[in-house]
């Protein structure tokens, strides 16, 4: 895959695809002041720059630590990283002075119906995604930029997910097997990520705000053990799509697109089945699309030696009440949700795009 450019309008890492490899870790400030906050802005764009783009690391002093952990090396490679920084409503609060300034549409996420929220897994001020071609490439950025930052920000959460290449074709799978991703909205259309996607000036959003857009993190462990004792046609009447092409109950290829209006009763394609309900495919449904960008998650055993690995699951948005929380409140008790558990995540709001060398993150906010 290319690499993803780190200067412009938006973050660009917003509509890239999914790498293979991720890290989402969401930071409480510890900064006490604006300054402060300020300061701990200017160094995260700094890192963020240079190791999106690679190059030599400072050279050491004659004493002290060296400046790189030297996990990549000499050279720092760019590695097809990218980084995403978002704010969560927390930062909002009266710290740093401001109450009032938050993208009028930042909440902090509530619990859904079906949902085992973990306190220690939910929330933050800060959440950085990291996303490159290999593993050693997003831990070195990790290290980089938890060390330049300690004094301003502590890691409250972490979760690290991968994706597979295509198995064998079309969009990777998910570790139900089922390929995820397919009926995105197009990336490349710049007209729809403006309805869709990006925070647009107007409807009472903050001029800072704009070019930026609400993410939803969703961490949702999935209970695979008894998913793997479900029947295949059980299995696909659930998502209403067929497990090994991708393909719509009534359709041949991926890219197929349901026939919801052929099929009223649902008797191919299931109307409680996800894909139906996330997406009816009526007039008034298609303001409620999002991008998502989702990633596999693996974190070995539980307490009771079953396993535990998921979705980290990611969605792009202009409005969080019209898209995510819509979609999300029609999928309540959808027969899926017998084998997967919602567990964390949070809202939080993507920066506008840093525009070139002078510029850094939030610089009209702060
Ligand atoms: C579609 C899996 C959670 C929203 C799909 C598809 C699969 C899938 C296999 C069909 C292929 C595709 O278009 O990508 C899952 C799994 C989940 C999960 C395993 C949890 C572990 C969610 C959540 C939301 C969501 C939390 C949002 C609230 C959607 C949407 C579509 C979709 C909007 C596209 C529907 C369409 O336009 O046809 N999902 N999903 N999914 N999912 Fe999920």
């Given at each position: 895959?290319p690499?993803?450019?780190?200067?412009?309008?938006?973050?660009?890492?917003?509509?890239?695809?999914?790498?293979?490899v991720?890290?989402?870790t969401?930071?409480?400030?510890?900064?006490?002041?604006?300054?402060?906050?300020?300061?701990?802005?200017?160094?995260?764009?700094?890192?963020?720059?240079?190791?999106?783009?690679?190059?030599?690391?400072?050279?050491?002093?004659?004493?002290?630590?060296?400046?790189?952990?030297?996990?990549?090396?000499?050279?720092v490679?760019?590695?097809?990283?990218?980084?995403?920084?978002?704010?969560?409503?927390?930062?909002?609060?009266?710290?740093?002075?401001?109450?009032?300034?938050?993208?009028?549409?930042?909440t902090?996420?509530?619990?859904?119906?079906?949902?085992?929220?973990?306190t220690?897994?939910?929330?933050?001020?800060?959440?950085?995604?990291?996303?490159?071609?290999?593993?050693?490439?997003?831990?070195?950025?990790?290290?980089?930029?938890?060390?330049h930052?300690?004094?301003?920000m502590?890691?409250?959460?972490?979760?690290?997910?991968?994706t597979s290449?295509?198995?064998?074709?079309?969009?990777?799978?998910?570790?139900?097997?089922?390929?995820?991703?397919?009926?995105?909205p197009?990336?490349r259309?710049?007209?729809?990520?403006?309805?869709?996607?990006?925070?647009g000036?107007?409807?009472?959003?903050?001029?800072?705000a704009?070019?930026?857009?609400?993410?939803?993190?969703?961490?949702?462990?999935?209970?695979?053990e008894?998913?793997?004792?479900?029947?295949?046609?059980?299995?696909?009447?659930?998502?209403?799509?067929?497990?090994?092409?991708?393909?719509?109950?009534?359709?041949?290829?991926?890219?197929?697109?349901?026939?919801?209006?052929?099929?009223?009763?649902?008797?191919?394609?299931?109307?409680?089945?996800?894909?139906?309900?996330?997406?009816?495919?009526?007039?008034?449904?298609?303001?409620?699309?999002?991008?998502?960008?989702?990633?596999?998650?693996?974190?070995?055993?539980?307490g009771?030696?079953?396993?535990?690995?998921?979705?980290?699951?990611?969605?792009?948005?202009?409005?969080?009440?019209?898209?995510?929380?819509?979609?999300?409140?029609?999928?309540?008790?959808?027969p899926?949700?017998?084998?997967?558990?919602?567990?964390?995540?949070?809202?939080?709001?993507?920066?506008?795009?840093?525009?070139?060398?002078?510029?850094?993150?939030?610089?009209?906010?702060?």
């Amino acid at each position: 895959a290319p690499p993803v450019p780190f200067h412009g309008r938006h973050q660009a890492s917003v509509l890239a695809p999914p790498r293979r490899v991720t890290a989402y870790t969401a930071f409480d400030v510890t900064a006490r002041n604006r300054r402060e906050l300020t300061e701990l802005m200017r160094t995260l764009t700094a890192r963020a720059r240079f190791l999106t783009g690679g190059g030599t690391p400072e050279p050491a002093g004659i004493t002290g630590p060296p400046t790189d952990s030297g996990l990549l090396g000499p050279q720092v490679p760019a590695g097809g990283l990218s980084v995403t920084l978002a704010v969560g409503a927390a930062l909002f609060d009266d710290r740093f002075g401001l109450h009032g300034r938050a993208p009028r549409r930042l909440t902090t996420m509530p619990a859904f119906p079906d949902d085992d929220l973990q306190t220690d897994w939910c929330h933050g001020d800060i959440g950085l995604q990291l996303c490159a071609d290999d593993t050693d490439t997003v831990l070195h950025a990790l290290r980089d930029i938890a060390r330049h930052t300690r004094g301003g920000m502590q890691v409250r959460w972490r979760l690290d997910g991968f994706t597979s290449p295509p198995r064998p074709s079309g969009t990777p799978r998910n570790l139900m097997g089922f390929k995820d991703g397919t009926a995105n909205p197009d990336a490349r259309s710049a007209g729809e990520m403006d309805r869709l996607v990006w925070t647009g000036a107007g409807a009472g959003e903050p001029d800072w705000a704009v070019g930026g857009s609400y993410q939803v993190v969703r961490l949702i462990r999935m209970l695979v053990e008894f998913w793997d004792r479900v029947s295949l046609t059980e299995q696909e009447r659930m998502f209403g799509r067929a497990r090994e092409t991708g393909a719509p109950l009534d359709g041949d290829r991926e890219q197929d697109t349901p026939d919801y209006p052929a099929d009223p009763k649902g008797e191919v394609i299931p109307l409680d089945s996800h894909i139906r309900l996330a997406n009816p495919r009526t007039p008034s449904s298609a303001g409620q699309r999002l991008l998502r960008r989702a990633y596999n998650y693996d974190r070995g055993v539980d307490g009771n030696g079953n396993l535990d690995m998921g979705l980290l699951f990611c969605c792009y948005q202009r409005d969080l009440a019209r898209q995510f929380e819509t979609v999300q409140r029609r999928l309540a008790g959808e027969p899926l949700t017998d084998y997967i558990t919602p567990f964390g995540g949070g809202y939080f709001f993507a920066l506008p795009g840093v525009r070139d060398t002078t510029d850094w993150y939030g610089r009209a906010l702060l």
